[in-house]
């Protein structure tokens, strides 16, 4: 069988320390390989070695052989001619990556074009029948995973799993006998995710060697083929992908698997009506639309005090700006937000998607939530026994909030609205963004502190299985 | 190479942190020494800065005229000194008087928006579409020959750029979760101009504020030339780089000091800068 890649020994390294040991992998044409691991682990370097293209300080060694290039993996350049031809990457959030002065069918001909079939010489005929041709190439490449209606579009008009299928085509077209995929299904939901595999497999069954990168267990489970499991730039477990996801060896790996929403222990779901029932916001035949998007319309519900109620929905269905609206952070187009009477101006509180851009950057967390205390007349106390039950320590307290892990700054985050006692908390998708043993402890935190203090969650989650096995009840929005 | 340690993050390379602050000292060095120039100078040197020997006219260095004496024999150190002290005082007062509104009013469009931004944009869209050095010789019409006019038009023609950069920046922060947060956590104006919107909005304010003096010493010395601004025989950096430069192939040490002033005070303002934003 050959090979689409095979590495030997590959190792990043800067001036003071090692950052990736000693990593083998093979990956046989037609095959995939899933590397799991957390954010931090080495996963982008091991990358960004193959590719060749690390960040000016680091350096590496070891052999890269792409199909039937074989490379010193210090001499980096020398893998730069592979690039399209040989090896494409997928990067994160591909719709970054798109032209969005361009129609999709454009960005891909060019491709065609420019990389696969360069004209012979610069003459214009040449170059007018690789353009024609570039064209109809794209154009059954489109068809070929049902974009043909994307065709004429520009990027900002197609969803988000089409953006990634036309990013694929686009660094697919030089025809690349292996892809390495970056976190291909960060921020999609489950719909969204069984597009990319089914993308994915596709390619598999071009003969297409894949390596993914992700810490998204479910889409290793779907993939098959093999996983690698990584920690602190090490490869600690490798094998197919029913044996490491049955029968995890090392200990890391079992709780990566474990912390995968669908292996979550369900909580004990309460029951909401009569027995509690204390109403802390009505929202009624609330309708919003952007332009001449119509979001939702009439949406009616009652939040109670102390439950935790998920908001479902498909991408772009106006999750997050139904909560805005319940924060009277936006007003609806129609229907009305009732407070319960009583409550303070801060009752109602927010935590965000990426905590590093809901806190000030230039001062230490520290000062953030001393401001807080200051505020509204705190004692510090309360905060620091907050904290070491978030089991938070106090040595953070003193950095700047870019200086901490994003699931350390949530947590943070969480104890800033946890001290002023709020009665609701909106939670906007508060751990899309960590690894999944961070996001099992953010969450179940979240969970146990809010029901702790009596306040009521609304939380949207692109993920069903944290909605199924967290919330009380569901609020769905179609 | 060494033993893995286990944290990922880069380490901050010493060498890089060394020379930011030897260059930020260089800068803050180099002000120092021209603001002494500036307001000790004219007190140590005691020489009058109008006096002439014309007999003396573009005599050498020496040591005890260090820069020599000038087309009419005046001594060019004492009339540099002077010099120094009255264009950057001048320039201090216009950049200040241009930042300090512009910032205020840009911060207050963004905040209010509506109808109060669209009529400070319209003002500030008309000020932008008139040359500068035509409000300032509109003024001069009012009081012929006097000081305000000048001073009072510089800043009218600044003012505008730090509004625009700042409305711009402001309208991103304020839409932004950190201000979001701030505000839901119940915090006032106060505060979210004081930990939100300054500390982004300073170093770009003091970037433009750079150079918008230098922009305001050589625009006072331009309408010095057209007979606008202030008149020979006033020492003032861009009068006397007027005055000097026929004699520069006799003297060229004489052009030579005032230029190298001004150059010397704007080296010293971008050596100020943060790193990030030196680019």
């Known amino acids: 069988m050959t090979m689409a890649l095979d590495i030997q020994q590959l190792c990043v390294f800067s001036d003071a320390q090692r950052l990736v040991h000693d990593i083998a992998l093979q990956i046989p044409a037609g095959t995939s390989l899933t590397l799991l691991g957390e954010s931090g682990s080495g996963k982008s370097l091991l990358a960004q070695a193959i590719m060749g293209n690390l960040p000016a300080p680091l350096q590496c060694s070891g052999t890269v052989r792409i199909g039937a290039h074989q490379s010193d993996a210090r001499l980096q350049k020398a893998r730069h001619s592979l690039w399209g031809r040989q090896i494409g990457l997928l990067p994160q959030e591909p719709w970054l990556a798109l032209d969005p002065t361009m129609t999709v069918e454009r960005q891909i001909a060019e491709t065609y074009a420019l990389v696969s079939h360069p004209p012979a010489d610069s003459q214009n005929d040449t170059l007018r029948a690789a353009k024609l041709q570039a064209r109809s190439l794209a154009q059954s490449a489109l068809q070929g995973l049902g974009l043909q209606t994307a065709a004429k579009k520009y990027p900002h008009m197609i969803s988000g799993g089409m953006a990634q299928r036309v990013a694929f085509l686009a660094t697919h077209a030089a025809g690349a006998r292996m892809m390495i995929i970056d976190e291909p299904t960060k921020g999609l939901d489950s719909d969204r995710r069984d597009e990319v595999v089914q993308l994915l497999k596709t390619a598999l069954a071009e003969g297409i060697g894949l390596l993914a990168i992700t810490h998204d267990v479910a889409l290793a489970r779907?993939?098959?083929?093999?996983?690698?499991?990584?920690l602190n730039g090490r490869i600690v477990e490798q094998g197919s992908a029913d044996e490491i996801l049955d029968r995890p060896q090392h200990e890391y790996s079992r709780r990566l698997f474990a912390a995968d929403p669908a292996n979550w222990p369900s909580y004990q779901r309460r029951k909401t009506d009569a027995a509690n029932p204390e109403v802390v916001v009505r929202i009624e035949n609330v309708a919003k639309r952007f332009g001449k998007q119509q979001l939702f319309s009439d949406v009616g519900a009652v939040i109670r005090k102390a439950e935790l109620v998920s908001i479902s929905g498909p991408s772009g269905s106006g999750k997050t700006t139904l909560g805005n609206i319940v924060l009277g952070l936006i007003k609806?187009?129609?229907?009305?937000?009732?407070?319960?009477?009583?409550?303070?101006?801060?009752?109602?509180?927010?935590?965000?998607?990426?905590?590093?851009?809901?806190?000030?950057?230039?001062?230490?967390?520290?000062?953030?939530?001393?401001?807080?205390?200051?505020?509204?007349k705190l004692d510090w106390q309360v905060v620091s026994a907050l904290l070491a039950r978030l089991r938070l320590q106090p040595a953070l307290l003193d950095r700047l909030p870019s200086q901490v892990s994003g699931g350390e700054l949530q947590r943070f985050a969480l104890a800033r609205v946890l001290i002023l006692k709020p009665v609701l908390i909106?939670?906007?998708?508060?751990?899309?963004?960590?690894?999944?043993?961070?996001?099992?402890?953010?969450l179940e935190l979240l969970a146990e502190h809010a029901r702790e203090c009596q306040c009521a969650v609304l939380l949207v989650t692109h993920d069903r299985e944290i909605a199924k096995h967290l919330a009380d009840r569901e609020l769905s929005l179609q | 190479m060494t033993a893995y340690t286990d944290s990922s993050a880069p380490l901050p390379s010493s060498g890089r942190r060394f020379s930011l602050v030897s260059r930020r000292g260089a800068g803050i060095v180099l002000l120092t020494l021209i603001a002494v120039f500036a307001i000790f100078g004219p007190w140590l040197i005691a020489i009058d800065p109008a006096r002439q020997e014309l007999s003396r006219f573009l005599e050498s260095p020496s040591w005890a005229q260090p820069l020599g004496m000038d087309q009419l024999g005046r001594s060019m150190l004492a009339r540099l000194a002077h010099a120094t002290r009255l264009s950057l005082s001048m320039a201090v007062l216009g950049v200040l008087s241009a930042a300090i509104p512009g910032t205020l009013i840009g911060v207050a469009a963004a905040w209010r928006g509506g109808w109060i931004e669209r009529v400070l944009t319209a003002l500030a869209d008309a000020v932008l579409a008139l040359p500068g050095l035509l409000l300032v010789l509109l003024l001069a019409a009012f009081a012929p020959g006097q000081f305000w006019p000048l001073y009072v038009g510089i800043s009218l023609a600044l003012w505008v750029e730090y509004f625009r950069v700042v409305r711009a920046a402001s309208h991103i922060l304020l839409a932004s979760p950190q201000v979001e947060a701030s505000r839901l956590l119940g915090f006032n104006t106060i505060y979210l101009l004081r930990r939100h919107l300054l500390p982004v909005l300073l170093p770009r304010i003091f970037t433009l504020m750079r150079f918008g003096f230098a922009g305001a010493v050589l625009a006072m010395s331009a309408l010095g030339f057209v007979g606008v601004g202030l008149q020979p025989p006033t020492p003032e950096l861009g009068v006397m780089m007027i005055e000097l430069l026929p004699y520069y192939s006799e003297a060229p040490w004489l052009i030579g000091a005032p230029v190298l002033v001004l150059f010397m005070t704007l080296l010293g303002l971008v050596l100020l800068a943060r790193e990030e934003e030196a680019a």
């Open chain 1, 222 to 230: 779907s993939l098959g083929g093999r996983i690698a499991v990584m």
């Open chain 1, 332 to 376: 609806p187009d129609q229907g009305r937000i009732e407070r319960s009477s009583g409550l303070s101006r801060i009752a109602f509180q927010k935590i965000y998607q990426d905590p590093g851009a809901a806190f000030a950057p230039s001062i230490s967390i520290r000062r953030s939530l001393q401001d807080v205390v200051e505020l509204h």
């Open chain 1, 426 to 442: 909106f939670a906007d998708e508060p751990t899309s963004r960590l690894d999944p043993i961070t996001q099992q402890a953010t």
